[in-house]
């Protein structure tokens, strides 16, 4: 019998692609099983919607979530075989493509990309999220490289601003890219979360008002919004009186 890591025992078409879809962008192995398939008892995960939950509370079944990062890594947890966790990172690359990696117990759960620090922000808020929901007692560590000060700090703001209590960390990421490919920012953010680092402070969210930093600034803004903002605007952001957030 070939070696199968999830079995999808959907039959709602819609729910049916969702995670077709899901599961070819993570490159898992999957069969489509009807119930009793023979699969279904050597899958590593059982994926279901909550339509068409089984009977059975089989420690393996999964819910397709119409939110798939929350299925994702209810997904990746199992297949990693995380049961009791002891040790959360979150690993940030910052920079004009941020690499972000989730990390548990030295496993990794899910990588992502993102182009600008409020999209970085919104992914390292949905895994806290569905971290706070299966893991509540365990406290995550935020460790974020400063290769480039002005996108590490843009990031941490931000996050600060809806996560005031969150244990971030400032990591040197020296010697973390490993490749020139598209993926080199994730692999990066995964040696970035297994750094320790110096836990965050005020003085490390300070910039100058470089014309360099209001350029990048500016172009964050773009292109997040396809608009524009002022020079005063953007220093603004950068001296801390606004996140960009505030002018979306």
Known sequence: MSRCEVAVLIQAPRKLYMALELLKRLGIHFAV????????????????????????????????????????????????????????MVGIDPGMRFGLAF????????????SSPM???????????????RFSLITPIVRIGTGYRLYSVLYTRSLLQRCP?????????SHTTRSNSTLSDESAA???????????????????????????????????????????????????DIVLEDLL
């Open 33 to 88: 099983c009807a119930p009793g398939d023979p699969l279904c008892t050597v899958a590593d995960v059982v994926l279901v919607s909550k339509d068409e939950l089984p009977p059975s509370r089989d420690q393996r079944i999964v819910t397709i979530d119409d939110d798939t990062v929350m299925t994702e890594l209810d997904i990746m947890v199992r297949l990693r075989k995380v049961v009791e966790p002891s040790c959360i």
């Open 103 to 114: 990390v548990i117990d030295g496993r990794v759960i899910a990588k992502d990309a993102a």
């Open 119 to 133: 999209i970085a922000v919104d992914i390292t808020i949905r895994w806290l999220s569905w971290l706070n929901n």
């Open 190 to 240: 995964v040696v970035i979360a297994a750094r320790c680092g110096h836990a965050v402070t005020s003085s490390d969210l300070v910039l100058d008002s470089k014309r360099e930093y209001i350029h990048h600034v500016k172009r964050i803004f773009t292109r997040h919004n396809s608009s524009s903002i002022s020079t005063d605007e953007a220093e603004a952001i950068i001296r801390g």
């Open 165 to 173: 209590k969150l244990h971030i960390e400032f990591v040197n990421e």
